[in-house]
């Protein structure tokens, strides 16, 4: 199990490919009040969708490359719409949702997937959770009868929920508890949102997570986990014929539940105050350090500020020609590691981060301060044509890669009608990177990326400072090294 998302993915998902909307988007895909189940559309790259008659909503990606199909069920719910006090339910329903039905015993489905070479898993985030499962084509009827059985015919009781509620509290004290950097996330997270959701962690809150009991396994089973509330992405070697009429056979029995509503947040207040959040702990060995900001994701931006975010992440310090790479790195030395990102993937307001790490003699201190002025740079003088046309084609290839492989373009659009974009946003993508100028990456740099509202936080060794200096060692080339950036929060 993983808290974060491998770069390839984090790119496709985090970059602002996908999950990243701008607002007053158009509506979602019709529900089944509002069309029929035979009712579909066919957007370009044969990407096609249709709902059920109850309200399912169903993506068909076709990819006749390889004798292989990725299917995966996303549910609208994440952590971020748990109830008061209730942190970390969402992850622990998504280990529920691997034991017995009234149908099959516990463990019988992946076992059947196992058998026939196939993967499967499944993630929690701040916004959704979903399940997933790689297997031949002639399989895929298996996994969607396995997969609409549980969505309705779950059995829980006392002792499942205490064994499993011991596993994932098992999962915090090991994942973040034994992790100084988990742990200072949690930190950051909890000061950058002062009143939104995303304040709380995926995985809970420990003294929460102890109380979570099948009482409320079972109200957020009956509340979410219904056809209505769910979208399946069906990629890989199939046509939609196939994946309409194994739909309806399976999933098209289950009846809607509940009715979940719309998903109102509490909203973060204006915010104008600078914050530090430090930790010193033996087990670190290299001090760095990070600053992020409060900005608009795709769903609450202004027409285009997400884009121009997306890319200024990238020309700051998204890959090893960016400006704080070459900079720190390459020319003076001072960094072991820095960069930035834009995690505008969210439903609501995400965040623009900024990070480094000190090499030899140079100081946490002189890295931030190094890092700074690049911004500054591009606050006061903005940034050349030339800069922004190659990040934006660096954007542009980098969706281009994803089309390779199935599972990312499920993860694409799966991520992306989660929380409320459609296929044709998808599609419009690269129209609307295209169209950002120069001037575009400069004034959001500006209205935003305003250090009087940035968390600042230290990581250091025990009794450490900010300005601890750390031993020599060798840079990596400028060729091999990639900046890692923070992952946004998912669970498996």
Do not use: C
Request: charged letters at 25%; aromatic letters at 8%.
């Amino acid at each position: 199990m993983s808290f974060a998302l491998s770069r390839n993915v984090a790119a496709i998902f985090l970059a602002g490919i996908v999950v990243a909307l701008p607002p007053a988007l158009p509506a979602r895909a019709e529900t089944a009040s509002q069309a029929p189940a035979a009712a579909s559309t066919t957007d370009k790259d044969d990407v096609s969708s249709f709902n059920l008659e109850n309200g399912l909503e169903v993506v068909v990606i076709p990819d006749h490359r390889a004798p292989v199909v990725t299917h995966m069920l996303w549910y609208h719910v994440g952590s971020a719409d748990e109830e008061p006090g209730k942190s970390g339910i969402a992850h622990f329903f998504e280990h529920l949702m691997f034991k017995a039905t009234k149908t099959y015993p516990a463990g019988e489905f992946s076992r059947k997937v196992a058998e026939i070479g196939g993967q499967e898993n499944a993630f929690t985030s701040y916004d959704y959770t979903a399940f997933y499962q790689q297997v031949a084509p002639q399989a895929l009827e298996m996994v969607m009868t396995y997969e609409a059985d549980r969505m309705e015919n779950l059995i829980l009781n006392d002792d499942v929920v205490k064994t499993e509620r011991d596993v994932v509290l098992e999962e915090r004290r090991s994942r973040v508890d034994g992790d100084p950097g988990a742990l200072l996330a949690e930190e950051v997270n909890a000061t950058l949102y002062q009143n939104h959701p995303y304040r709380m962690p995926v995985i809970g809150w420990l003294h929460e997570m102890q109380q979570l009991n099948l009482k409320d396994a079972l109200a957020f089973y009956e509340k979410y986990y219904t056809p209505n509330n769910a979208t399946l992405v069906v990629s890989g070697d199939v046509d939609l014929e196939t994946v309409k009429a194994l739909a309806e056979k399976t999933y098209g029995k289950l009846p809607r539940r509940a009715e979940p509503g719309n998903r109102v947040r509490p909203q973060e207040p204006e915010q104008n105050t600078k914050r530090t959040v430090s930790m010193a702990d033996p087990r670190v060995s290299q001090p760095s350090f990070q600053k992020m900001w409060l900005v608009p994701s795709y769903t609450s931006a202004k027409p285009g500020e997400a884009e121009a975010l997306d890319l200024l992440s990238e020309i700051l310090g998204g890959s090893t020609r960016s400006r704080i790479y070459q900079a720190l790195v390459v020319r003076d030395g001072s960094a072991a590691s820095a960069g930035a990102y834009y995690q505008g993937g969210s439903l609501d307001d995400g965040s623009f981060g900024i990070y480094g790490s000190p090499r030899g003699s140079a100081t946490l201190e002189q890295v931030e301060a190094g890092v700074d002025a690049q911004i500054a740079k591009i606050i006061k003088d903005g940034v050349t044509a030339d800069e922004l046309e190659k990040a934006r084609n660096r954007f542009l290839k980098s969706m281009i890669f994803a089309r390779d492989s199935q599972s990312s373009m499920a993860r694409i659009y799966g991520s992306t009608l989660s929380t409320g974009q459609t296929i044709k946003d998808i599609q419009e993508w690269p129209d609307r990177i295209r169209a950002v100028k120069v001037e575009d990456i400069q004034d959001v740099a500006k209205r935003y990326l305003v250090d009087s509202r940035s968390v600042t936080s230290y990581l250091m060794p025990e009794d450490g400072k900010p300005d601890q200096k750390v031993e020599e060692e060798t840079p990596a080339s400028e060729e091999t090294q990639q900046p890692e950036e923070p992952a946004q929060g998912v669970v498996q």
